[in-house]
């Protein structure tokens, strides 16, 4: 046992690259939201791209170390504290055994990730070691974090103390941002006028924004008229089940739009409008509620050339910090 | 001094719709006093003075959405 939690935090989770493979099966692929500042916490600390890291929401946990270790801070901006010191994001410190690290408040973004060398090391499960929670599945005992729990760290080759990512290549977190989507699959069932609200309304997101959902409200979108089909619920935002990927936009009664994320339940029976390209994930990840966004519409080779240019920011991060 | 919010959210002045509110312009508070609950993800904060004196200003309306770090109520030490 290498770390002890004295203070969990609202809701800190054990987190990885994911659990891809059995959303057939209803099982969500998890792992960090935000997973570019997720690597570039493995990576900043020495450890593999597969290391499990905290992923903290809103408000940092208070962690004692019983050995001495290398750690980083990356994503949200939330300030570390070692012993009371302050410490750097995005820049990997060195703690000694007894060390107790803290957070100060938010200052922008929601999710930071806490790497530590040679991860945590809770039992993988289903090829990940990433807590979901509504499964009751990986982490530490498929649940966040609690006080008094004792976190075990892996064997570290040890990336020394000190390594950085270049200020290009951090995230920054701004109060207002536009998230790319691909309109469809069922953005048929809005009147022309319902789908120009959808795109032309500013989204402020609510406080039910969690790792399944983010919810957001603004605008009231108009359905067409129709007859629903058999096996479809009777409101106009229903459809017959279907299964939904991450990142669709559904919306319950043709309000409150909620984008699906990685622990998302894998079908059901609303109308999805959109969905949010892949390289726009960590960002939604990122949104705090009372932020705001505006979903703009993007056709395909401008959904696949933003993959790209993501995977080159990878790379570029990998080459700079690995 | 200020008390500021340690997280995002709503925030609330009472523990209860039908209850009075934790504190208001004069009250007395201590470290531990709670002072409001900022509610996010369908749980309940409850938020700590965190230092001592007596309430001197209400920042925020109740059940406004509220960033963390922002200033909620201000307090004069002693």
Redesign the interface.
Known sequence: MAVSVLNPG??TTVQDAGRPGYYNVGIPPSGSLDQYSSLAANLLVGNGEDAAVLEC???GPELRFERPATVAVTGADLPPRLGGEPRPTWESFGVEAGDVLSFD???SG?RAYLAVSGGFDVPVMLGSRSTYALGALGGVEGRALAAGDELPVGDADGAAPGRSVPEALRSTHPKHREIRVMMGLYDHRLTGEGRRAFLDAEWRLT????RTGFRYRGAALEFRERVAPFGAGSDPSNIVDAPYPIGSIQIPGGVEPIVLHRDAVSGGGYVMVATVISADMDDVAQS???STTRFVEVDLDGALGARRRRAARLDALREAVG | MDIRSPLPGVFYRRPAPELDPFVGVGSPVGPDTTVAIVEVMKQFFEVKAGTTGTIAGVAVADAEMVDAGQVLFTVRPG
């Open positions: 609202l809701s929401t809103y408000m408040f938010l200052r929601a406080t039910l924004a969690d705090a509620p009372n």
